[in-house]
């Protein structure tokens, strides 16, 4: 039994990259391959942040960061990560997969999202996507 003073931190996750709430009930749960994600762009401090751009990987089915350059399915943009998602231990490991969910339909303001979006990512996401 541990009996000592026990620090904890949490992140703040910010959401001002969305336009409003339109879409925000419709979030399907996603698993994310972290190897696809750059601990210091990413996840800073310990979160993959929300606003990322999520391409699904065709062998497994887990998803990653949207890259056009890509060639294992996430060349396609297919939504945003919708909340943070914690990926480093406790003692700073880094998880290999972890849970979060998916924004699918929704109005983003460009200029907030934590990564730049190209323009063949916007092109995936048609007219489920509004960029203002």
């Not at 409003?20 to 310990?46: C, Q």
Request: hydrophobic share 40%; net charge neutral; proline share 4%.
């Amino acid at each position: 039994m541990n009996i000592g003073l026990v620090t904890e931190s949490f992140s703040q996750d910010k959401r001002d990259w969305l336009q409003g709430a339109h879409g925000t009930d419709i979030v399907p749960s996603v698993t994310l391959d972290v190897s696809t994600f750059t601990a210091g762009t990413h996840f800073p401090d310990g979160y993959i942040k929300s606003g990322i751009p999520l391409g699904k990987i065709t062998a497994g089915g887990k998803y990653g960061l949207y890259s056009d350059a890509a060639s294992d399915g996430r060349q396609v943009c297919v939504g945003f990560l919708y909340t943070g998602v914690e990926v480093v231990t406790k003692r700073g490991a880094v998880l290999p997969s972890a849970v979060g969910s998916m924004l699918v339909h929704c109005a983003i303001k460009e200029s907030k999202l934590p990564v730049t979006i190209d323009a063949a990512g916007k092109a995936d996401l048609g007219a489920r996507v509004i960029f203002v």
